[in-house]
């Protein structure tokens, strides 16, 4: 993953990313509040020389090296300091457990010893630091006796209550800040690799290697929420993603003039992308025909409140001849007075061929040797074909038609369409040698 990939992932998934960083935040604020209850009282120890022979004098400058200062810092924080403490304050605490209460350090280039001591109360952690700070010295002062250091280790400075500090609840906030952060980033990177929907664009191109063509929008158009095309408004962003989606097709080094447009797994809208297609040919004023092969559903000239029968399927059948199937929906919406909403058709040269009496067994229909010729018949006569197929994965209609078209286009549903299904899809049509032109993202608002 690049990194102006990862970043469209934060970007898309900025408010999984959000509502982790506010939980780890929240959990900080809480452990500190939690753990910032107690109190910190320190007392000050110091190593002074005190009246020694002179053999003891020599030694007294190793005895007080930075490696002897660390070494009476840990005899500060042992276990038989904190034994001593329990005893002189008479405590329930095991020693053990008041040992992970006391803190020694040494400031740098000093012989003093900082030792500290944590409790829930103020008064309680004054009294311990100070009973620690007498223990640590009796415990350093024996060690020194028996070797005639020349050195003591005497109390400097005794805790006080005034000097305590008890730590803030918000101190953990940066660090949940941080860990929110980089977890949030890690789950937003785990959805986007367990995502199984088609999200935009970006995956069609990354995830599925399918390039996108368009990107429409099927709502607030008139249409009873089918994504079927009435007389109802298109939004400008639809149609201008659609012409351009055209005029790019149309420059191509060898423009596909055959074209099957079918949904994945039904519902996507693909009659209206295919409509929408034609629409944009026929007003850039390409000789359109728009063909209704979907044979299962028919609703595109249902919707647009044109004739159904006769069809496709009675040409096919021999029952009726091309010209008598061919709905001219141009010449009566061109005439239309201005202003008027923008409508499937608002140019010359459209015509639409519906799908025409049922038929038992569809697939086989358009299969067969019938429908070869049919577009082969259809082919010279316009300058663009459009077919309105039925979903791939359902039936093996679409899959038939698009081994005898010049190009399929793929119509994917935005948030719905599930990765796996596009990939089923496009096996199938890989399988009988179909050229898939790309894909249309429809996303209802």
Known sequence: MTLEEFCQVLRRRWR???????????????LGAV??????????????????????????????????????????TSLDVAAGVVARLSLDTPPAEL??????????????????????????????ANAAAAEASELVNGLFGQRESGLALTIASRADPATTTAPSPTRLIPVGAVVGVLLGAGVAVLGEILERRVRDEHDLRRALGVTPLARVSLADNGTDGTGLPGAGRWD???????????????????PPRTLLVAGVAGGEGASAVAALFANASATAGAATLLVESDLRAPRLCHRLGLTTQ??????????????????????????????????????????????????????????????????????PRYDVVVVDGAPILPYADSVAVAAQVDAVVLVVAEGTTSRRDVETALAQLNAVGAEVAGAVLVAAR
């Open 16 to 30: 999984a990313v959000a509502a982790v960083v506010a939980v780890a935040v929240l959990g900080a604020l809480a």
């Open 35 to 76: 753990s910032g209850g107690g109190h910190t009282a320190s007392a000050t120890l110091v190593v002074t020389p005190v009246a020694a022979s002179d053999a003891a004098g020599a030694r007294a400058p190793a005895l007080i090296s930075a490696t002897g200062m660390e070494t009476y810092a840990d005899l500060a």
């Open 99 to 128: 040992r992970e209460t006391l803190t020694a350090r040494v400031p740098t280039n000093t012989y003093l010893i900082t030792l500290s001591a944590s409790a829930p109360g103020r008064d309680k952690a004054v009294e311990i």
């Open 236 to 254: 400008e962003a639809s149609l201008e993603s659609v012409r351009r989606w055209r005029a790019t097709s149309q420059l191509s080094a060898d």
């Open 310 to 379: 006769p069809g496709l399927t009675d040409v096919l059948r021999g029952n009726a001849l091309l010209s008598d199937v061919v709905v001219d929906v141009a010449g009566p919406r061109a005439a239309a007075p201005q202003p008027q909403p923008r409508t499937l058709a608002t140019a010359s040269a459209l015509g639409i061929i519906p799908a025409g009496t049922d038929v038992r067994q569809p697939g086989e229909l358009l299969g067969g040797r019938t429908f070869r010729d049919f577009i082969g018949a259809v082919a």
